[in-house]
């Protein structure tokens, strides 16, 4: 792990099998796109976002039916299910009672204050932890009159109204996130609160965008605070298949050293290229994305700098004339066809021993 990024001190807590906070390592989020209540399909989709590296997925909870499914959907996932809640704090309760590992709610739109204080009786009783989630987009009315607009103050504000509330209750399994469309509303807010607050901050940019554009400031905006030590579990949240979130989240952390996994080195490629790095590195990818453990695959695609690239690397691949050449731990290892690259660099992952191993 990174040894220069300072983590701030959060409270841990559990959401299913996963610790968020107290020191644990950043967790990955993403959200199902289909209809909850469409068991095969949702299944399905979760499946998908495990293998890409998913820690924790979040379902829409719009009705009745919805929040029955999520009993079901427990019954075949491998990771920790959150019920997003709006509007209706009866299906809160309701998703709460089918074991759903956690809620996240923004308290703003769910109405009177008794109706989030039976939420959190519920919550207390099945033991389990609760976001508060603020969002830029549905502030109070008088908070945002206050400020002028729905700034990162009004943001701080609205949360900290909301946390003392669940604290009056003794209730602290709190999770919080503070999310603008704003890059620079998202970073001050969240900068804000860490300093107020002992508990685990859920990091994002709403609305992001397209896989590019949100991408881009997604990652300014989540990577900036995570540099700084702060967040303890994250959503890049793009306009686009959610498993695509995942895998940039995960290489996200993986670059700031925060998790491990596959780190993949490829040229740019240009006319000299023997192999066609971008399928193959896409592919790889795509494959590897839930792997655990630290390792460098090179995947070059001429003999300019290949052999140097492979040799650095724990396994390596670059483009002959006649075929791809494989390097592991630094030594060749033999000549590979190039259709069979794939196949051969994803068993030396698999087979690979290290030091550490």
Wanted: with cysteine.
């Amino acid at each position: 792990m990174n040894k220069h990024i300072v983590r701030r001190k959060s409270i841990g807590m559990k959401i299913g099998n996963i610790m968020i906070g107290g020191g644990a390592p950043v967790t990955v989020q993403s959200m199902t796109t289909t209809d909850t209540k469409d068991i095969e399909v949702t299944v399905r989709q979760i499946i998908d976002l495990k293998d890409a590296g998913c820690d924790i997925v979040r379902v829409a909870v719009p009705d009745e039916d919805s929040a029955d499914a999520i009993s079901i959907l427990k019954q075949h996932s491998m990771i920790p299910i959150v019920a997003d809640i709006h509007f209706d704090y009866r299906l809160a309760i309701r998703a709460i009672r089918r074991g759903a590992d956690g809620i996240r709610i923004n308290p703003g739109n769910i109405g009177a204050e008794w109706k989030i204080r039976e939420i959190i009786s519920c919550a207390d009783e099945m033991g389990i932890p609760i976001r508060i989630g603020v969002n830029a987009g549905s502030l109070e009315r008088q908070i945002i009159k206050r400020y002028g607009r729905a700034d990162a103050k009004a943001m701080v504000e609205c949360a900290l109204k909301y946390i003392d509330l669940f604290e009056k209750l003794n209730f602290t399994k709190i999770k919080v996130s503070l999310k603008s469309a704003s890059l620079m509303d998202t970073i001050e807010a969240n900068r804000m609160i860490a300093n107020i607050i002992p508990y685990p901050i859920h990091l994002g940019l709403t609305e992001a965008g397209s896989i590019l554009s949100g991408t881009v400031k997604s990652v300014l905006a989540i990577g900036t605070l995570l540099m700084e030590g702060i967040g303890d579990t994250i959503r890049v949240s793009l306009t686009c298949d959610p498993v695509q979130e995942v895998r940039v989240a995960r290489s996200l952390l993986q670059t700031l050293g925060l998790k491990s996994g596959i780190e993949i080195v490829s040229c740019p490629t240009c006319a000299r290229m023997e192999i066609p790095v971008e399928e193959i590195v896409e592919e790889v990818e795509k494959r590897v994305g839930g792997i655990d453990r630290t390792l460098k695959v090179a995947v070059m695609g001429c003999a300019v700098n290949g052999p140097g690239e492979a040799r650095a690397a724990d396994i390596g691949v670059f483009g002959g004339k006649e075929s791809g050449v494989l390097f592991v731990k630094g030594k060749p290892a033999g000549k590979i066809n190039k259709p069979d690259i794939v196949e051969v660099i994803l068993r030396e992952i698999k087979n690979f021993k290290s030091e550490r191993d």
